[in-house]
């Protein structure tokens, strides 16, 4: 996607200057001079297609800070997501777990972007892939979930989500504290049940039962909270055994 005979640095710089004069345009479409106008336009014409990726809402900080990070992961962390049929790769992204959407930070890291669910109901964030799931898939809640397996029979799906805010001060200053806590479902015939450990999963396949715990143990496997690559693993053993028996 970068632009022809520009370098990635370079078409990183327009980007950013393109972000800038867009909101400026936004903020003061009566007061910018015609030339920045004519400026701005130029940056987008010649960003192209990629400019579109940037032209969400952008994120308001947190006045008060946290203590307790409402992200996940808590730091811009590298990943991929499609956008009108565009694969962007390398692209900061986060999880805002309070507000339930994804943020993307702009190239020159002074914004965050907001990415509308409907434009981009998935992406993947390091190694995970995280999609947004609704009435219409008969989720819990609508919200985006870490998808830690997936197949067409059944899948698993972790969810995070805020418990409480509480407010602790560090001498006249008050930051937020984030509770955050998860869910893990497993999505089975149409129905969503929440599992929190090894003997949840298996009480839905119980003709795999010794199997399943001789891998468990064999593995040290132990499914439960922040062990999705426990999970995933005993889902697809699992997976594994189901297509033995057809």
Same mark, same amino acid.
């Given at each position: 996607?970068?632009?022809?005979?520009?370098?990635?640095? /370079?078409?990183?710089?327009?980007?950013?200057?393109?972000?800038?004069?867009?909101?400026?345009?936004?903020?003061?479409?009566?007061?910018?001079?015609?030339?920045?106008?004519?400026?701005?336009?130029?940056?987008?014409?010649?960003?192209?297609?990629?400019?579109?990726?940037?032209?969400?809402?952008?994120?308001?900080?947190?006045?008060?800070?946290?203590?307790?990070?409402? $992200?996940?992961?808590?730091?811009?962390?590298?990943?991929?997501?499609?956008?009108?049929?565009?694969?962007?790769? +390398?692209?900061?992204?986060?999880?805002?777990?309070?507000?339930? $959407?994804?943020?993307?930070? =702009? &190239?020159?890291?002074?914004? =965050?972007?907001?990415?509308?669910?409907?434009?981009?109901?998935?992406?993947?964030?390091?190694?995970?892939?995280?999609?947004?799931?609704?009435?219409? +898939?008969?989720?819990? $809640?609508?919200?985006?979930?870490?998808?830690?397996? /997936? =197949?067409?029979?059944? =899948?698993?799906?972790?969810?995070?989500?805020?418990?409480?805010?509480?407010?602790?001060? *560090?001498?006249?200053?008050?930051?937020?504290?984030?509770?955050?806590? *998860?869910?893990?479902?497993?999505?089975? +015939?149409?129905?969503?049940?929440?599992?929190?450990?090894?003997?949840?999963?298996?009480?839905?396949?119980?003709?795999?039962?010794?199997?399943?715990?001789?891998?468990?143990?064999?593995?040290?496997?132990? &499914?439960? +909270?922040?062990?999705? /690559?426990?999970?995933?693993?005993?889902?697809?053993?699992?997976? *594994?055994?189901?297509?033995?028996? /057809?």
């Amino acid at each position: 996607l970068l632009g022809a005979g520009r370098t990635k640095k /370079e078409d990183t710089m327009k980007i950013g200057k393109a972000i800038r004069w867009g909101i400026a345009i936004c903020l003061f479409p009566l007061t910018l001079p015609a030339q920045n106008i004519d400026i701005a336009r130029q940056y987008q014409q010649e960003v192209g297609i990629q400019g579109l990726l940037y032209r969400g809402k952008l994120e308001k900080s947190y006045a008060l800070g946290y203590a307790n990070s409402p $992200y996940y992961p808590t730091e811009y962390t590298t990943g991929k997501l499609t956008y009108r049929g565009l694969v962007y790769q +390398d692209i900061p992204l986060l999880l805002n777990i309070e507000y339930k $959407y994804l943020v993307m930070q =702009s &190239p020159d890291r002074k914004y =965050s972007i907001i990415l509308s669910p409907e434009a981009v109901p998935r992406a993947t964030i390091g190694a995970w892939d995280y999609v947004y799931l609704g009435p219409e +898939d008969h989720a819990p $809640y609508q919200d985006y979930y870490i998808a830690v397996y /997936e =197949s067409p029979e059944w =899948s698993i799906y972790k969810q995070f989500y805020i418990s409480n805010i509480n407010k602790q001060y *560090e001498g006249s200053r008050m930051y937020l504290d984030f509770s955050i806590k *998860e869910r893990v479902y497993l999505k089975k +015939d149409g129905r969503w049940t929440t599992i929190s450990s090894r003997n949840d999963f298996i009480k839905h396949f119980r003709q795999y039962r010794t199997q399943l715990v001789d891998y468990c143990k064999k593995n040290r496997l132990r &499914p439960g +909270d922040k062990r999705e /690559e426990d999970w995933r693993k005993l889902a697809q053993y699992c997976n *594994e055994l189901t297509k033995d028996k /057809e």
